[in-house]
């Protein structure tokens, strides 16, 4: 399929190609969406933008889920048949190069990674030896929930644009990223799980304190987390407290109304 075709798919069969990529609907459904694309560049640019700013951490969790762990190519062929080709050549060859150790410690990192995330180790795993792929899984063991979800949406990115080439049939390989447009990648993704700034003070449009709980037994948004914002009255008086507001998560994990508008507290 070349470009011209791909700009002329009905919606609903373009959603359909793009999650062969991407296994996100809200994604696939606002990259549809904004066709026409002169060229495979502009494509990528509209995806990044789309995966990075507009796409919820619950459409991320989806996409995750649409991988078979790496070095499980058999689980693949029965579940994720739509990609099946794609996710084993994309793995196939780091799995050659694996010896037993290689294998059985592929296996327990990530039966300890979902333990501990609650989703699949996410990498993109093309070029990559199993050793490489293990290293890594290893080395990002320690990161925080916070900062691990952003690595796998970045890795995540990086699987959708080889997988968009692979669609259109581009010679050209997809674009790449520069170290430091990497940073500001993460950066980007950081700010979209991060609540928005406080609005200035003469113009105030939105509490100065808000929360977001994500539930990592389960890669979702945790409902209904109770919570209590205090004031510690006495610097280093760990008994005196006031307190200032309280509220429950709801369904995104967030809590918009500990304070009001415009509060301030010293």
Not at 41 to 55: D, H, P, Q
Not at 164 to 169: F, H, I, P, S, T
Request: charged share 25%; glycine share 8%.
């Amino acid at each position: 399929m070349d470009m011209s075709r791909f700009n002329d798919l009905a919606p609903e069969k373009a959603v359909e190609e793009i999650l062969r990529c991407c296994g996100s609907t809200q994604f696939a459904q606002k990259l549809a969406a904004a066709r026409p694309y002169g060229s495979f560049e502009e494509l990528i640019t509209a995806s990044r933008n789309i995966w990075k700013n507009e796409v919820c951490v619950t459409e991320w969790l989806a996409a995750f889920k649409a991988h078979p762990r790496i070095g499980d190519v058999d689980s693949l062929r029965k579940k994720f048949a739509t990609t099946a080709d794609w996710c084993e050549g994309e793995q196939s060859a780091a799995m050659r190069s694996a010896n037993e150790d290689v294998i059985n410690g592929l296996a327990q990192g990530n039966t300890d990674y979902e333990a501990k995330f609650g989703f699949i180790f996410i990498i993109c795993a093309t070029g990559k030896p199993a050793g490489v792929i293990l290293d890594a899984l290893r080395a990002r063991l320690p990161n925080s929930p916070h900062h691990e979800l952003k690595l796998a949406a970045l890795e995540q990115q990086k699987i959708t644009e080889i997988r968009l080439q692979k669609l259109l049939g581009c010679e050209a390989p997809p674009v790449t990223a520069t170290a430091a447009a990497a940073n500001r990648s993460l950066g980007t993704l950081g700010a979209h799980l991060s609540p928005a700034p406080a609005a200035a003070p003469t113009a105030p449009k939105r509490a100065p304190i808000t929360t977001h709980v994500l539930d990592i037994s389960i890669g979702r948004p945790a409902e209904g987390i109770p919570v209590t914002l205090e004031k510690m009255m006495v610097p280093g008086d760990a008994t005196t407290f006031e307190h200032i507001g309280k509220g429950v998560t709801d369904a995104d994990g967030r809590i918009g109304t500990l304070l009001e508008p415009g509060s301030t507290r010293q």
